[in-house]
C-alpha cells in the first residue's frame, strides 16, 4: 500500500502550478501566409508575434530603393517603419501622432507607424523588383508570382 508523503505532494503541485504558467505565458505561434488570387498558398512561414519582415522595392517615381518594416501582433500585421532616399509620389513627408522621422546614412527613416494593414494586398510589381526580407535571406517576390498579379499577405494561427 503506498503511503502519502507530503513533500511528494508539494512537489507535484509546484510542476503543475510551473507548467500551466509557462502555457500561459508561452507565445503563440503563427504562420505567415502569402496567397495568389485563386487562394493557392506560395509561401508558408512559421512566425511568433512581434517578429516580422520587409519589403523592399524601387519607387517608381523616384526610382530610389524603399524598405518596408511589417510587424506581427494580436494576429495581424501591422506596417511599423518605412526606410527610403528621396521624396517621391506617395511616401510621406510628415509625421502624425507618435511617428518619428530622421535621417540617417542619406535615408530618410519613419518609425512609429504602428497601422494594422491586414490582410495585406500587393501587386507584384513590374519594375518595383519586390522583395521579400525575412530572417534567414530575401525571395523575389517575382518568383511567387507574374509581375502584375497580387499575393495576399495575412496570418494564420496555427494549429498544434
Same mark, same amino acid.
Given at each position: 500500500?503506498?503511503?502519502?508523503?507530503?513533500?511528494?505532494?508539494?512537489?507535484?503541485?509546484?510542476?503543475?502550478?510551473?507548467?500551466?504558467?509557462?502555457?500561459?505565458?508561452?507565445?503563440?505561434?503563427?504562420?505567415?501566409?502569402?496567397?495568389?488570387?485563386?487562394?493557392?498558398?506560395?509561401?508558408?512561414?512559421?512566425?511568433?508575434?512581434?517578429?516580422?519582415?520587409?519589403?523592399?522595392?524601387?519607387?517608381?517615381?523616384?526610382?530610389? &530603393?524603399?524598405?518596408?518594416?511589417?510587424?506581427?501582433?494580436?494576429?495581424?500585421? *501591422?506596417?511599423?517603419?518605412?526606410? *527610403?532616399?528621396?521624396?517621391?509620389?506617395?511616401? &510621406?513627408?510628415?509625421?502624425?501622432?507618435?511617428?518619428?522621422? !530622421?535621417?540617417?546614412?542619406?535615408?530618410?527613416?519613419?518609425?512609429?507607424?504602428?497601422?494594422?494593414?491586414?490582410?495585406?494586398?500587393?501587386?507584384?510589381?513590374?519594375?518595383?523588383?519586390? /522583395?521579400?526580407?525575412?530572417?534567414?535571406?530575401?525571395? &523575389?517576390?517575382? !518568383?511567387?508570382?507574374? &509581375?502584375?498579379? /497580387?499575393?495576399?499577405?495575412?496570418?494564420?494561427?496555427?494549429?498544434?
Amino acid at each position: 500500500m503506498l503511503k502519502y508523503n507530503g513533500a511528494i505532494g508539494v512537489i507535484l503541485a509546484v510542476n503543475l502550478l510551473l507548467f500551466y504558467a509557462a502555457l500561459a505565458f508561452a507565445e503563440e505561434s503563427v504562420i505567415l501566409s502569402v496567397s495568389v488570387p485563386d487562394g493557392s498558398e506560395v509561401l508558408e512561414r512559421p512566425m511568433k508575434p512581434g517578429e516580422g519582415f520587409a519589403i523592399r522595392y524601387t519607387h517608381s517615381v523616384a526610382l530610389s &530603393p524603399v524598405t518596408d518594416y511589417f510587424v506581427i501582433e494580436n494576429g495581424d500585421i *501591422y506596417i511599423d517603419a518605412t526606410v *527610403y532616399e528621396d521624396f517621391g509620389a506617395g511616401l &510621406p513627408h510628415e509625421t502624425f501622432g507618435d511617428q518619428k522621422m !530622421k535621417t540617417e546614412d542619406g535615408r530618410i527613416v519613419l518609425t512609429g507607424l504602428k497601422r494594422k494593414v491586414s490582410p495585406l494586398d500587393l501587386r507584384v510589381g513590374r519594375i518595383a523588383n519586390h /522583395t521579400l526580407i525575412l530572417d534567414d535571406g530575401e525571395i &523575389p517576390l517575382k !518568383k511567387l508570382a507574374k &509581375p502584375g498579379q /497580387t499575393l495576399t499577405f495575412k496570418i494564420i494561427k496555427k494549429q498544434d
